[in-house]
């Protein structure tokens, strides 16, 4: 491998306004820490350096590198010079939320992206918003801190090295079972062949088997990381019967620096320290219970093929999911019997209550919407209101923390997920959408410790943990928010039906106007 990293040569001469010998000081520096990753940690970004981003930080914390101490006396036992191949590092890490997984992984990328030229990698996640909005991210935050950043040009699907583009590089890809060919032919016989796992429990074990072909020459590598939401799948076997395989460890987020304890104490208050939820997301561990993700990726894929039909006589519905956010989406979702694709959904950012009230309006009249189902937490109370001052009386307003109308569910929001994944497994057809898609199967169940009901992670909670919240799944969840096909009011007639559309006001792109001048606004 020595012979692989003299960087004097035309590959890494020193770049436009660089100074050369400076260039060059850095170039050998770094290709000392090919079997050293800890210290190619500590020597690349300016820790504890007053005027830095890294001022407060005195370096990684203690798990992170025990983890890169590990992963260099691994490279040098194997001690890899081409063409002799070695066996394969094989490290998972299971955790709690909030230890700087995320940085580990960006540098694992920069260390093996800058010190074995030629190598080729794949990073991927479970869903494309986990790569989009958190590891794609925070690599750029790590490259532009680096040193040696002006190595690498980093896009929004790979990171690659400006000296040879095409054949030295390291691609981003989720996870689906489709995209199973990106993980196949990865070979690099003189170089490190690498693959990286964010978020493992939702990859599925065809993409990991496919991935195995790219570990049979040169130096490779398959690092995995995760919380371990599943007791079942590939990533939990390498904690279980699979173990000799693999280094693993458990990240208990209460023993990690950078972690917020104050929220994990409210955590332990809510949920419990016995429940799956804390094991899973503070603890590190696997749940007790044989928890799956709450909607299965192939009944989703089945829906989004599937023929849309409804009968005549099905209600018309709309959800409407608010933002609550500055990353949320406010979704309007529509649904006729088991058809919500005719008419996709209609998703807005940035947008306020009175806009996105004026929008639901133009939708159910368009439409003539038996019944519109709003999520009325938070600010979603607003179009509630607004919906109620143009006239409409079929709003519901729906409280996702509220009581749930089936003993099985923990509250309101877990009961209409419920409803919404019955009817994917029974002949719901849904657009053909990546994103809908993501919202659905990454949507996670845990049993509640204390009322021994299946409970989903709450919106609140998911930002907390730093994800993204699942809009659409949620819009299209609240068709599901009555267990009945039409929703009766207290007088007993059916909201929405021929006399509730018959005294509404129609709405207008006047309304506003109108309203205003009433001083309605």
Known sequence: MAGLLEFEDPLHRALPGNDAQQELVLQRAIARTWQRPLEFVTYNWSWGVEGTPLAIWDGPDKWQRRYLIDLGDEVEERNFVAPNSVLPIRMAVGSGHGIGKSALVAWLILWLMSTRPFCRGTVTASTSPQLEARTIPELAKWLAWSLNGHWFKLDSNKITALSSPRNWRCDFQTARKENSE???????????????????????????????????????????????????GWFNRCFTREAHRWINYTIDSRQAKMTNKEQIRRWAEDWGEDSDFFRVRVMGLAPKTASEQFISGASVADARTREATCLVTSPLL??????????????????????????????????????????????????????????????????????????????????????????????????????????VKR??????????????????????????????????DLHRLGEESPDEGDALALTYASATPEVVDQAGGALGGPAARSTRRRWSPLSKIEDSARGLR
Do not use: C
């Not at 209550?353 to 519109?372: G, K, Q, W």
């Not at 001052?389 to 307003?397: K, S, T």
């Not at 057809?429 to 204390?450: P, R």
């Open 182 to 232: 990106a993980f196949a032919g990865q070979h690099e016989a003189s170089s490190s062949s690498f693959y990286i796992f964010d978020e493992s429990s939702g990859v599925p074990d065809e993409i990991k088997t496919v991935a195995e072909g790219g570990l049979t020459d040169g130096e490779p590598f398959f690092l995995a990381f995760g919380n371990r939401t599943k007791t079942t």
């Open 318 to 423: 709309l959800g409407v999911d608010v933002a609550r956010f500055g990353k949320d989406r406010s979704v309007i979702s529509v649904r006729k019997g088991n058809d919500a694709r005719t008419h996709k959904a209609k998703v807005f950012r940035g947008i306020d209550t009175m806009e996105l009230a004026d929008e639901v309006a133009s939708l159910a009249n368009e439409l003539r919407a038996n019944t519109i189902f709003v999520d009325g937490g938070g600010i979603g109370g607003g179009v509630v209101d607004r919906l109620r001052q143009l006239g409409f009386q079929n709003v519901v307003e729906i409280n996702f923390g509220g009581k749930s109308d089936d003993r099985e569910f923990y509250d309101k929001r877990t009961a209409m997920w419920g409803r919404l994944r019955d009817a």
């Open 427 to 460: 002949g719901l057809a849904i657009e053909d959408s990546n994103a809908l898609e993501d919202d659905l199967v990454a949507q996670e169940y845990y049993v509640d410790g204390k009322t021994r009901t299946t409970r989903l992670v709450s919106k609140e």
